[in-house]
């Protein structure tokens, strides 16, 4: 039975003479069957890259001194939409390989109208894969919104470290979101 080019669907075909016999409503049987599982997976890949894809965004906060200070997502988990929170590890762990926009922002306490060169460094599995982003703006308290677009595989795990020039040994009060969602599955 001859397939088409594209998608490899079945179809009856017929030489003339036409004869009918049994083996005709096989192959349009065939063919129902082909279209309708090319249609569930077009739906199922639709569903699950455009209106639910995979997301999570995840709230953390620490006390903390040094110029060079990693961040747990140790709060509250706003959304998760593929279990991608890991509320144990206090990271983001990516549950399918694709392209994902990742973003948040940290806020640190200082002093009001100084500068300490807030930045940010997201990272994957514990080491940094991009670059730093900031310098952080400050009026009361010094914040950096970031967001970048990268390619992860399943069991990657993220979250991220700031660096600064303030005081090494002050104790800053820090408030970090960090979120991921799934842009383009691996194709």
Request: aromatic share 10%; net charge negative.
């Amino acid at each position: 039975m001859d397939t088409t080019d594209c998608l490899g669907l079945p179809y009856p075909q017929c030489d003339p003479p036409l004869t009918k016999d049994a083996s005709d409503i096989i192959q349009f049987r065939d063919l129902a069957l082909a279209t309708d599982a090319a249609v569930q997976e077009l739906a199922d890949e639709i569903t699950d890259t455009l209106t639910a894809p995979d997301a999570v965004y995840m709230e953390g906060g620490q006390n903390a001194a040094g110029n060079d200070v990693y961040h747990d997502l140790n709060g509250f988990v706003n959304f998760d939409t593929a279990g991608m929170a890991d509320t144990v590890s206090d990271r983001i762990v990516i549950q399918q390989d694709g392209w994902y926009m990742i973003g948040g922002s940290v806020y640190m306490s200082t002093t009001a109208g100084s500068s300490n060169g807030l930045r940010v460094e997201p990272l994957l599995n514990g080491a940094p894969f991009t670059s730093r982003q900031g310098p952080g703006w400050s009026l009361i308290t010094e914040y950096v919104n970031w967001v970048d677009v990268a390619f992860f595989r399943q069991g990657d795990q993220l979250n991220l470290m700031t660096h600064h020039f303030g005081s090494a040994v002050t104790v800053f009060t820090y408030t970090v979101d960090m979120w991921a969602l799934q842009i383009l599955t691996n194709v």
